[in-house]
């Protein structure tokens, strides 16, 4: 399909003709039946409309470390600085990577769609990367190739390809790279058959190779949120009520052994560094959740440490910044999403975006600077 | 909506809740059948939203806002009825064969409805729920949002995710060549 912006309204219009406001007979006499015989609620139900569980609500038994654990833990610290002089000995550098060009998603209302762009993390040289309209853009591990559903291009647009797509109902959405990125993992649906809905893994080059990893629950989908750096398992988030929002989840590779991690609501997140965190946004606010305890740790904006409404966020390559989404008022009751970027501890907020429209998903790659 | 009609059924006004109730229930319906998509359990949503309606409405603080605060319990009444069946709920929407010559422009227009119905079947409950709010009940952002008790930004990044789904569904199916692929190339 061409960007069309005849979609929105095309929605609008399919959805008045699906939409069936027809009264059946004895309906409305059930209703005013139950009404009449009920003055009081059941207790189940007053409960179950009061329950409701958010992050701030959360309570996780303390963590106390033993003088045991203590030691254990020196014992670790230690032990990895040795590998690490080891390794930069055997003429492999050891250093973070470095920060370099950030990829997002600007909404264009013309195409109902996000425009891809990349920017400096100062906000600086803006570059569109393609006139037509992709959807949650991620870098490759070397900071070469951003993958979007269905396709991968070069970090500055050009040498774009569609991958093979499965044929039949499958559908493949947003999908991150493995840590060598010869394969891709993507969030796969099949509403006439909902057993293929779940992770799926293709080959980077041709989306050949086509598997499935994990079979989603509760009508909901498997959404990856990325492997961790050592590739060790994946992180996805996946409903585990028909009526909750999305759990943070891991996996083996292979797509086994799905295990819930902690206990919170999560739409979307990114891997820490040293791959002992996940960074995610849950209604609104940002959480780095251990994934050894599962214990939730807020990150707010130390000006602002109530601010709700932010989003999307992102570690930077060498792990010092975050990266993430917050609202920006732009008078008349409207606001808009940009792009900001501030260290763990909530101080020096720096603006990337300030775009005409909302600016979403982004990922912070190790793509060189622009100057 | 009648505001004294509302404040009459808040005082225990049965008669005044069924005028309410009556006015209410087709748009209730069609909301209830868009997102639970299944005929059943959409009449238990809405059966389930206006008893406890009736139930709740003494803690309904702002009259005018009764269409607004209706729709958040029938949403969370579709919620319930999706999680009280166990299972992915979808329904196949039979549509009738049009036998009459159609133009160029309608047979577009048909095969990008169809598309379109199809890719939204493929959403999930909260994802149709979103689009129903904003496209079907043409809530503004910060009403919707109200409405699932979310935050804005939560409601226009689910928004933006909703959307750029059921486009990647469009485009997957117009890769397909027997859905009318070379209408919407």
């Known amino acids: ?371 | 909506m009648d505001r004294d009609l509302v404040v009459r059924a808040r005082a225990g006004d049965r008669d005044a809740f069924s005028q309410l109730a009556t006015a209410s229930i087709g748009r209730l319906n069609a909301v209830a059948r868009l997102i639970v998509r299944d005929d059943g359990r959409a009449e238990d949503a809405v059966h389930d939203a206006l008893v406890d309606a009736w139930l709740d409405l003494r803690a309904l603080r702002e009259p005018d806002r009764f269409d607004a605060w209706l729709n958040r319990i029938l949403v969370h009444a579709c919620q319930d009825v999706a999680r009280r069946a166990g299972r992915r709920v979808r329904l196949e929407i039979p549509l009738e064969p049009t036998h009459e010559p159609v133009s160029p422009d309608i047979q577009y227009s048909n095969a990008l409805s169809d598309q379109i119905e199809r890719g939204f079947r493929r959403l999930t409950i909260d994802q149709r729920t979103v689009i129903v709010l904003v496209y079907y009940l043409d809530l503004p952002l910060t009403d919707a949002a109200a409405t699932l008790g979310v935050p804005v930004g939560t409601m226009k990044s689910r928004l933006n995710r909703s959307l750029t789904a059921l486009r990647a569904s469009l485009e997957a199916d117009a890769r397909i060549p027997s859905l009318g692929a070379e209408h919407l190339a």
């Not at chain 1, 179950?48 to 701030?56: H, I, K, N, Q, Y």
């Open chain 1, 1 to 371: 399909m061409n960007t069309s912006p005849d979609l929105e309204r095309a929605l609008r219009a399919t959805l008045d003709g699906l939409a069936d406001r027809t009264v059946v007979d004895g309906q409305l006499d059930a209703i005013f039946d139950h009404v009449a015989h009920r003055r009081q609620r059941p207790a189940w139900r007053a409960a179950l409309r009061t329950l409701s569980v958010t992050p701030t609500s959360m309570r996780f038994p303390p963590i106390v470390a033993s003088p045991g654990w203590k030691m254990l833990a020196v014992a670790g610290v230690i032990l990895a600085l040795i590998l690490a002089t080891l390794l930069a000995v055997g003429g492999r550098p050891f250093s973070p990577p470095t920060n370099g060009r950030i990829v997002f998603g600007r909404w264009d209302p013309a195409q109902n769609g996000p425009v891809l762009y990349t920017v400096n993390p100062d906000g600086s040289h803006l570059l569109q990367l393609r006139p037509e309209a992709h959807a949650c853009p991620r870098w490759s591990t070397d900071g070469r190739l951003i993958t979007t559903p269905g396709a991968v291009m070069n970090g500055d647009g050009t040498g774009f390809h569609l991958l093979a797509n499965p044929t039949g109902p499958l559908t493949l959405f947003c999908g991150v790279w493995s840590p060598d990125q010869q394969t891709i993992v993507a969030e796969g649906s099949n509403d006439s058959d909902p057993s293929q809905t779940g992770l799926w893994s293709l080959r980077s080059s041709d989306g050949g190779g086509l598997r499935q990893l994990t079979t989603s629950t509760n009508g909901g989908h498997d959404i990856p949120i990325g492997f961790a750096p050592d590739g060790s398992s994946i992180a996805f988030t996946r409903a585990v009520t028909p009526q909750g929002g999305p759990r943070l989840f891991l996996a083996d590779p292979d797509g086994t052994n799905p295990r819930e991690v902690g206990d919170i609501q999560v739409d979307a997140g990114d891997w820490a560094l040293d791959g002992r965190s996940i960074l995610v946004e849950s209604a609104g606010r940002l959480y780095t959740v251990d994934i050894a305890s599962g214990t939730p740790k807020a990150i707010v904006i130390a000006s602002s440490p109530d601010e709700g409404d932010l989003g999307n966020p992102a570690w930077s390559p060498d792990g010092t910044r975050i990266l993430f989404t917050r609202l920006v008022d732009v008078g008349g009751g409207q606001t808009k999403a940009n792009l900001f970027q501030m260290r763990p501890d909530g101080t020096d907020v720096i603006r990337v975006t300030n775009g005409p429209e909302d600016d979403y998903p982004a990922d912070w790659g190790t793509s060189p600077l622009v100057n």
